[in-house]
């Protein structure tokens, strides 16, 4: 069996791709995806919102726009550099923390959530247990909210990447079928040319992320198909890229 690739840090991925980011495809939809956020959460004007794993700032800055007080936390500086200009060419407000996820929390601060577009939530590194990685991004955000407070979530679909694998995936040991876990080379076309990266990932299925968000202390009121483009209330789709979690802390 052939040794596996040493996984690809995600910090320093996301530090040396956030200039080029917002070239990608899927984030012309911000603005579809905060009015979808807006009506779904009913929140009043001021009313506070955590956006873990915000990335260059896409989905805080049009929040903060709609009058809401939001505080951004991502792991990477190159990220929040880019997210700390977007803030500043909007002319609004935004708390950004450099942090990671696992990590940090603000006990009962906010209002609601986002967790969107694997913000950390899947991203594990070479020693990473995923179950114990994501599970602290789950309770971390649910020690931050109020009670009550919604909190969306968007994660890979597990089913959509396990329909690909082959008999041959686990006999080249990029694939093992007892613990869930993918480690692979890929090749992904962004946006400043065509990088090879190594991935290392924990194939999560929907009624395995939900049983964790409940052990998080939420309630999970819907599951739905969460792909960039395609948000709506409606059934997953086995081969669609992401999937959301609609929760509320109980």
């Not at 919102?49 to 929040?63: P, Q, S």
């Not at 209002?111 to 577009?117: K, R, T, V």
């Not at 939900?210 to 998080?216: D, F, K, P, T, Y």
Request: net charge negative.
């Amino acid at each position: 069996m052939p040794d596996s690739p040493t996984p690809t840090s995600w910090r320093a991925f996301f530090d040396a791709h956030a200039p080029n980011y917002l070239r990608n495809p899927f984030t012309r939809y911000t603005l579809a995806e905060v009015n979808f956020l807006v009506e779904l959460f009913g929140l009043v004007e001021g009313a506070s919102i955590l956006d873990m794993g915000c990335g260059t700032g896409r989905h805080a800055v049009e929040l903060a726009r709609r009058g809401y007080r939001v505080t951004g936390v991502d792991l990477s500086e190159g990220m929040l550099a880019q997210a700390r200009s977007a803030v500043l060419a909007a002319g609004v407000e935004v708390e950004l923390v450099q942090a990671d996820a696992t990590a940090w929390r603000r006990e009962r601060a906010f209002d609601a959530a986002i967790c969107l577009c694997e913000g950390g939530f899947g991203l594990i590194g070479p020693e990473d247990d995923a179950e114990v990685h994501d599970y602290r991004i789950l309770e971390n955000v649910s020690a931050s909210l109020k009670a009550g407070a919604p909190f969306v979530l968007t994660g890979l679909n597990g089913y959509q990447i396990i329909r690909q694998m082959r008999d041959e995936n686990v006999a080249q040991g990029s694939f093992d079928p007892a613990t869930m876990i993918a480690h692979y080379r890929d090749d992904w076309d962004l946006p400043e040319g065509r990088r090879e990266v190594n991935v290392r990932e924990r194939l999560f299925i929907p009624p395995e992320v939900v049983a964790m968000l409940r052990r998080a202390g939420f309630e999970v009121r819907h599951v739905w198909g969460g792909t960039a483009g395609e948000w709506g209330e409606r059934p997953v789709k086995l081969d669609e890229i992401e999937v959301m979690y609609v929760c509320r802390k109980r």
